[in-house]
Nanobody, 124 residues
Framework: QVQLVESGGGLVQAGGSLRLSCAAS????????MGWFRQAPGKEREFIAS????????YHADSVKGRFSISRDNAKNTVYLQMNSLKAEDTAVYYC?????????????????WGQGTQVTVSS
């Protein structure tokens, strides 16, 4: 059973920063790609960023490119999302997702395992 546990969400002012963490257990973390998604009330789940199993390949959605950065530490079984220059429209529940292949997808269907989500609220 794979478990993904997010942390690091909270309330921050516009222009501020947060770093989300996602700790994985129950499988060989370093073999699989990881991703971050978010979902705001009344909206579909949105792809944010992905990272390959080795960490060599990353991809960020245009909406966060230059502000957010995904990374991973395979020794700690953890993936991170550094969020800078936060805007009110970044307010959402953020989800960590794990693939069952080494290379990531931008679509939710490409991920088999999901965390419970962590709330990020940006006040303007």
């Amino acid at each position: 059973q794979v478990q993904l546990v997010e942390s690091g969400g909270g309330l921050v002012q516009a222009g501020g920063s947060l770093r989300l963490s996602c700790a994985a257990s129950g499988r060989t973390f370093s073999s699989y790609a990881m991703g971050w998604f978010r979902q705001a009330p009344g909206k579909e789940r949105e792809f944010i960023a992905s990272i390959s199993a080795s960490g060599a390949i990353t991809y960020h959605a245009d909406s966060v490119k230059g502000r957010f950065s995904i990374s991973r530490d395979n020794a700690k079984n953890t993936v991170y999302l550094q969020m800078n220059s936060l805007k009110a429209e970044d307010t959402a529940v953020y989800y960590c997702a794990g693939a069952r292949v080494p290379y990531a997808s931008t679509r939710p269907v490409g991920y088999a395992d999901w965390g419970q989500g962590t709330q990020v609220t940006v006040s303007s």
